[in-house]
């Protein structure tokens, strides 16, 4: 499928992901607060750390492997298998040892001792947000963009509804409960809408492990792992440092805007995922590398660029919608935390190579060194200039990650040549 058109698809996808995020975020707004936002981020961040754990780590390799095997379905089987078992597996070890610390993990994470029973509840449905990510990832490489639109659409919805009541019922509590329990309601709609596809049936998730697909996946586990763990850790240090050197209602603020970042990055990167992977896994060349990379360049980034621009015009208008007049503050933050964005689309399209090439060693050590950086130099320049300094340093950090990712992709190109 062409990028346009899986753009237009997906353009489907990411409006109604806006539209909940719109409603969802002036629920939040209202019923928790800055502090509450603040809260609300750390425990994010943790749910992505455990459910990267429990399996999600592997989902770009199967993505990437799906597509790769697009001709050997049995091959695409065994890797299926694999990924299966060895998720269900760890989303089990990761829920016992949740259990055994939540009480410890509540207090140094969120602050607050009486949230310990929301981790007994992501414990209970870590398996459903392992199926959930791998079932995705195997619709993504088989290239069904119509059934990852819809799941995506779905989830969307039911996130809005589920997290929106909750929210309103129980406040703050209820906000992080119903990201606890949001994918195993998405899972059974993906579920649902893939074993309607001729080339699935469930027993090709059955299975003991295949030791070829092992090594294919191993190194994006390393990649996944590496993901999973360094790069929300650094967001979680950054928000505790804002949160004991300035206020949690600044690190609210902070958090606010990684929300409406969240929602324009989502806009480019989703298309990215579905269409830019899957064809990345299959390139043979260096010419038809180069030419992808220009060709992906030239669709999105003045898209990019002018829809940045859009936003930090209407930013009054924004927080005014999407949040309340205590969320005002935030407005300082825009023009940083925009600049950022862009440079980070235009990084992660070359980012994208590391992955698609299953080149591990780039991929993981600089995810380290950029993550790193992140930290050193939001420590440093709020430090020197407040709030606006953790802004200051995403972008400074993503102009440097998209030299660094220049740098391997033409590295890449030369040994494709090389090897021609």
Known sequence: MSLVKTSLLNGISVAIKIASGIVLNKILAVYVGPTGYAIIGQFQN??????SLAGGLLAQGVTK?????????AKQHKVWQTAM?????AALFAGFALLLTRDWISEWLLHRPDMS?????????????????LLLAIVNGKKEVG????ANITGSLFSLFVTGLLTYSFGLYGALLAFTINPAIVLMSTAVMVT????????????????????????FAIMGITSAMVVPISYMLIRDYLASHLSLTEAGYWQATWNISGIFVMMATSTLSVYYLPRLAAIRTATELKAEIFKVYRFVMPVVTIGALTIY?????????????????????????????????GSWILGYILVGRAMVKAFVISEIIFSTFFLGFSWLLIN???LVGVTMAYAINYLLHWGAMAYLAIFEIKKMKQHA
Not at 65 to 73: G, K, N, R, S, V
Not at 205 to 214: E, H, N, T
């Open 46 to 51: 943790a749910v992505s750390i455990l459910a």
């Open 65 to 73: 492997i799906t597509a790769q095997h697009f001709d050997d379905e």
């Open 85 to 89: 078992l060895f998720s269900l597996v």
């Open 117 to 133: 029973s929301l981790f007994v509840w992501i414990a209970l449905f870590l398996p459903a947000m392992a199926a959930n990510n």
């Open 147 to 150: 059934i990852y639109v819809i």
């Open 196 to 219: 309607r596809c001729h080339w699935f049936k469930v027993r090709f998730l059955m299975g003991k492990i295949d030791q070829p697909a092992v090594r294919e996946l191993s190194g």
């Open 313 to 345: 015009l209407l930013r009054d208008f924004i927080i005014r919608t999407l949040f309340t007049e205590d969320f005002n503050p935030m407005r300082e933050l825009f023009a940083w935390q925009l600049l950022g964005d862009v440079l980070k689309i």
């Open 384 to 386: 020197q200039f407040g």
